[in-house]
């Protein structure tokens, strides 16, 4: 089985590499975490290269995540939230997944992607509004040909409560473990 981890946190030692950490103590199988603000990434220019064409034309590290998206049998997204989204970075790597919409709703052709599980983990300190972010996570998943999804897990008291030693957030990390370990 074979987990892809994109983390939209710019803290590299923060809550939600906390929580990411704890997840894969718990998986099964090969993992590999994406970490959108130290990625070579480039966010979607609207060139247009995709509407007739598969794949995209920048030519940066998404090319790689594009092969591990295609076969890889679980997504997880995990992002802290600013203003109750996806981080900027999260954002401009999902705008990459353009290519995938275009194929199906532009070209008409049957994407090459494996169907797969996802996942959402979810950290702030603010409001404590996810739904939004929680939307934006599953369209995402969505274009990524993920069609079971699991309830979001979140620590939403980080300003007092570290993700760490936040019980409920825990336990959303185990329960999306078991459910992404139970094949598809």
Known sequence: MKTLILNGSPRAHGDTVSLINRLTESLEGEYRVIDAYRSNISPC???????ENPGCAIKDEMQEIYRYIEDCDNVVI?????????????LDLGSRLQTYFCGRFFRKEEINVTPKKGAVILVGGGDGRVEK??????????????HNVDEVACSLNTNVVPASQDQKALEGIERIAKFLNSGR
């Open 45 to 51: 220019l609207d060139c247009r290269y995709c509407w």
């Open 133 to 146: 972010a929680y939307e934006t996570a599953c369209t995402l998943l969505h274009h990524m040909n993920c």
């Open 78 to 90: 995990a992002s802290p939230l600013y203003f109750s989204e996806l981080t900027g970075k999260m």
